[in-house]
């Protein structure tokens, strides 16, 4: 029995990879077949990019949510949620038209990580497009090591993000370009002064949809904010480089890694 | 100080997974994925023993892009990955160029970068070019011959 699956799924716009580090069972096989399903089902339910799914037909106002699917109505509860915790920073509706992808995500690799989770695959690293929900270890005894991306050098890590059973999940405007909107004028936030914010908690669901809302407060209001979001965890990287890290991640950062890009850049 | 990777496995094996590749350590592996798409990556892959510490170069496949064709070359030193070349990217009008020469040093950067880190996964690193994974992908197929 091989002891370890790795394989990735073009799906929702993206790639989403998956490393399974447990002795590969028939069931775990299934699983995975499971969990990319799972994701190309999320994809027709909820992406905004199509005009039949059932987030397009809301939008639209040709159906509601009571008429869905009933994870639609879950999902919206999860991201009024996310609303209350991040005082309005995040929104589904930040565009002037619903769109909860950003939650959406981060709840569908989570769905994908439990699907494994069940089947027995306890010490799995899900990514989607850089979204990344870790369970249990790498190896016995060792610890996952998560990148984040340098969002002034692409290609480059602005710090390395250790631990055990945790999730991972960057906003910023490097990579696809400004896509992240003020909830109150729905214009596009330049980030004031931050290039990415990256949120690590338990679960990806909330840690993605809380670094897009620790992006559109800006750093000021996200230090403050990010303290009182019980098991979430703050690194903040500055468009001049600076990096700044809350305190429960402290322990677990590493910015040595390539010293030439990071000694440059950190400021203590 | 970059960190010396360890085998040719854990090198272009982990690039493969960070970039959305079918890496060649799980390329018989990957049945989940083919069952629910057609494969997006070039060439069969079919790895099942250790890839040797290889060293030479390989050139990727063409392949066709709504922007134009796109071609690489990578270097491999000791199972490591050195240098990725674009042969070809898309040309033809400024806009196709303009991505072209964006995208290409982004990817590259990437995969140079990714495995001098050894890290698992990369947060925050959403850019998938398909053409030129594909091209890469086949050049990685090529190692295991």
């Given amino acids: 029995m091989a002891d370890r699956l790795r394989f990735t799924e073009h799906v929702m716009g993206t790639v989403f990879s998956f490393d399974i580090r447990d002795p590969v069972t028939a069931a775990i096989r299934s699983a995975a077949t499971e969990a990319t399903e799972w994701l190309h089902h999320v994809d027709e339910v909820f992406s905004p990019f199509r005009r039949d799914s059932a987030v397009s037909r809301i939008a639209r106002g040709e159906t509601t949510p009571a008429k869905c699917p009933p994870e639609v109505a879950d999902v919206l509860a999860m991201c009024t949620k996310a609303q209350e915790v991040s005082g309005g920073w995040f929104s589904a509706t930040a565009g002037g038209r619903l769109d909860p992808s950003g939650l959406v995500k981060g709840w569908a690799i989570r769905g994908a990580s439990d699907l494994l989770y069940a089947a027995g695959a306890r010490n799995t690293c899900v990514n989607g497009g850089g979204d990344l929900q870790f369970r249990g270890a790498p190896a016995k005894g060792a610890a996952w090591r998560a990148g984040i991306a340098d969002p002034a050098g692409p290609g480059g890590l602005a710090a390395v993000v250790v631990g055990t059973g945790m999730a991972v999940a960057t906003s910023g405007t490097a990579e696809r370009g400004e896509h992240i909107l003020d909830p109150r004028t729905g214009a596009a936030l330049d980030g004031a002064g931050i290039a990415s914010a990256t949120v690590v908690g338990p679960d990806i669901t909330w840690a993605d949809a809380y670094a897009t809302a620790a992006f559109a407060m800006g750093p000021a209001a996200a230090r403050r904010w990010i303290d009182t979001v019980e098991g979430h965890e703050l690194l903040l990287v500055g468009t001049a480089g600076d990096l700044w890290v809350s305190e429960g991640l402290r322990d677990r950062t590493e910015r040595d890694l390539l010293s030439e890009i990071v000694d440059a850049a950190y400021q203590p | ?145």
């Fill in chain 2, 1 to 145: 100080m970059r960190r010396t990777t360890v085998t040719v496995l854990a090198t272009i094996g982990g690039i493969g997974l960070m970039l959305g590749l079918k890496s060649l350590q799980t390329a018989t592996a990957t049945t989940a994925a083919d069952n629910s798409a057609p494969p997006p990556a070039a060439g069969t892959g079919g790895a099942t023993t250790p890839a040797p510490a290889v060293t030479g170069t390989y050139t990727g496949d063409t392949v066709d892009t709504r922007y134009g064709p796109v071609q690489v070359r990578i270097t491999v030193t000791n199972g490591e990955i050195t240098d990725v070349t674009a042969l070809q990217t898309p040309s033809g009008n400024p806009r196709n160029e303009e991505i072209a020469a964006r995208a290409v040093p982004v990817l590259t950067d990437e995969v140079l970068t990714a495995q001098s880190a050894n890290v698992d996964s990369v947060s925050g690193a959403t850019y998938t070019s398909d053409g030129y994974l594909q091209s890469l992908q086949s050049a990685l197929d090529q190692i295991n011959g």
